[in-house]
């Protein structure tokens, strides 16, 4: 057995003697020649255990590549490609677009810190609910039934199956296309992706690294073709006199430092780096996975936030301002256009952008998942044993078909126009108010229990950074813009979405664990369970009160 290995499967606590007394977790493995790991005992899924590193039903089959590919390929998704426009149209200038860029980097590496020790100490799939469990036990059930409702409602695969059916179409020469079509060929490509997972998900994890690939080879080629405007030249209809937007005082003009308007702008920023997290999702399946685990992300951090910086330096190269802000999500449409014409850069470039909004819906299908897959192995959704069994195609079936459904309401209810941008406020707004719950339990942690075995400490000077910005993005959208209906909704529209999601969380744990069980004289237990296919599930029964 490597130092390595043994160093992960160290319990959690080492001092157990308050707890009853169990092997620990290396000893309930034996290692082959091969470094081949089996399960002789293996540890309880309670949360009360000391020992939580877990290996899935499926099997650690995630590679570095693999996991670096699965992370990239959430990072790089429909945001650098769609968001550029709408941030320049918001926040009105060049310089101060950039600016947020970096900062959004910079905000997003605190984060991950913060994530790196909470992955190091519980190095098991389901991330921030894993997280949030473990540290806030009290109330019962009350972390676990915040973080299933709303990855339930609010964790769907939407954005970038409207991503990839506008490019699409937009290709085809059908950019005018009517809400019904755009509407149907996003749920297509969510249908052939969800099914792709279940039936083949050998083949759906191959597919996806290439996929993974490609889109970077995507980013780099527009990288270049920014480069390749600055040396030579080349016509791109800039209109004389646009060299003055590349001066300093050009930079900054037109700014709109509004502290609402700079967050909703910053919330979209977070979007396109999203995806940090994703291999967190699915640790149970990753080779050496605390290693892995902080190798891959900051690897993936620092390529991220170069070339998100250089291909928005291209963008302003080459497409003029107003047109970018009139862009809406196809700002790479019209950068390949003004470069290639509009038989190349108009219809066969733009493929590749939706070519990338699929690489990135195979790798969110993939961890979400296996995220709501650990959530009914809990017994928080309905027909458990249904939705948490591996069968019949060695997959998470109930997983999927929990992702596939809420995706599919919100890629159809609302309209297409609205879409978009409402969902990457939402998911950015409830994505911060997670980040402070992590940030402050992590704090908490520290404190109630600073004997914890810890692989990763993240500093103090950047859990600080992530509390405070957190509060102050989660307070930002009720400042009022000059604008107060932008699109027809109310500016504050997304927070109050966000907020009430968690109102709704509570009032369901108050009346599911709280009330209903009062009234009834019975409280609620947990019982260990394995399904035929070797999962191990938690089931929630009454016990009548004596």
Request: hydrophobic share 45%; proline share 5%.
């Amino acid at each position: 057995m490597t130092a390595k290995n043994t160093d992960e499967r160290l319990p959690l606590l080492p001092d157990t003697s308050t707890r009853p007394e169990r092997p620990s977790y290396a000893a309930t493995l034996a290692v082959d020649d091969d470094d081949a790991i089996t399960h002789k005992d293996a540890p309880t899924r309670s949360i009360e255990d000391d020992v939580l590193p877990e290996t899935s039903t499926l099997g650690r089959t995630l590679s570095w590549n693999s996991s670096y590919i699965l992370v990239m390929s959430r990072i790089i998704g429909s945001g650098i490609f769609a968001t550029p426009g709408t941030i320049l149209q918001s926040v009105g200038s060049p310089g101060l677009s950039l600016l947020l860029w970096v900062v959004g980097a910079f905000i997003t590496a605190a984060g991950l810190a913060i994530l790196l020790e909470y992955g190091s100490m519980l190095p098991r799939s389901g991330g921030h609910k894993v997280y949030l469990e473990y540290t806030f036990r009290r109330p019962r059930f009350l972390a676990s039934t915040l973080v299933a409702i709303n990855a339930v409602l609010l964790g769907f695969t939407a954005s970038n199956c409207v991503i990839f059916s506008q490019y699409t179409l937009y290709a085809a020469g059908y950019g005018h296309a009517g809400e019904a079509a755009q509407k149907y060929v996003a749920v297509g490509m969510l249908t052939l992706v969800t099914a792709i997972h279940l039936v083949t998900p050998k083949f759906g994890v191959r597919l996806q690294d290439i996929l993974g690939w490609v889109k970077i080879g995507i980013v780099i080629f527009m990288i270049f073709c920014g480069a390749y405007v600055v040396v030579f030249r080349p016509d791109t209809g800039m209109p004389i006199g646009s060299e003055s937007q590349f001066t300093w005082d050009g930079l900054w003009q037109d700014s709109n430092w509004n502290w609402g308007v700079v967050c909703t702008a910053l919330f979209k920023v977070f979007y396109s780096y999203s995806g940090l997290e994703n291999i967190s999702n699915v640790l149970n399946e990753v080779k050496d996975p605390v290693r892995t685990l902080r190798s891959v992300t900051r690897t993936a951090l620092v390529t991220a936030c170069i070339m998100y910086f250089l291909i928005n330096v291209a963008y302003f190269l080459v497409v003029p301002l107003d047109e970018i802000k009139g862009s809406g999500e196809l700002i790479a449409a019209l950068f390949f256009q003004r470069i290639f014409g509009t038989r190349l850069g108009g219809r066969v470039l733009p493929l590749f952008v939706a070519l990338s909004a699929f690489g990135n819906v195979m790798v969110v299908v993939f961890a979400m998942a296996r995220l709501k897959h650990e959530i009914a192995r809990q017994g928080f959704l309905p027909f458990s044993d249904l939705l948490s069994t591996t069968k019949p195609f060695n997959s998470p079936l109930g997983g999927l078909l929990v992702n596939y459904i809420p995706s599919l309401l919100i890629i159809v209810l609302p309209p297409s126009d609205k879409i978009y941008s409402f969902i990457l406020e939402v998911e950015g707004y409830g994505g911060q108010i997670t980040g402070l719950a992590i940030a402050v339990g992590l704090l908490w942690l520290r404190y109630k229990q600073p004997n914890l075995h810890r692989p990763y400490k993240a500093s103090l000077f950047a859990v600080s950074v992530k509390l405070a910005l957190s509060l102050a993005l989660l307070v930002a959208p009720f400042v009022p813009p000059k604008d107060r209906y932008p699109g027809g909704l109310f500016y504050a529209t997304y927070a109050i979405a966000g907020i009430s999601t968690i109102l709704i969380s509570l009032a369901y744990w108050y009346v599911w664990t709280v009330l209903i069980p009062r009234w009834w004289g019975y409280s609620l237990e947990e019982e260990d369970a394995t399904l035929a296919d070797g999962t191990t599930i938690t089931k929630l029964v009454h016990k009548p009160l004596q």
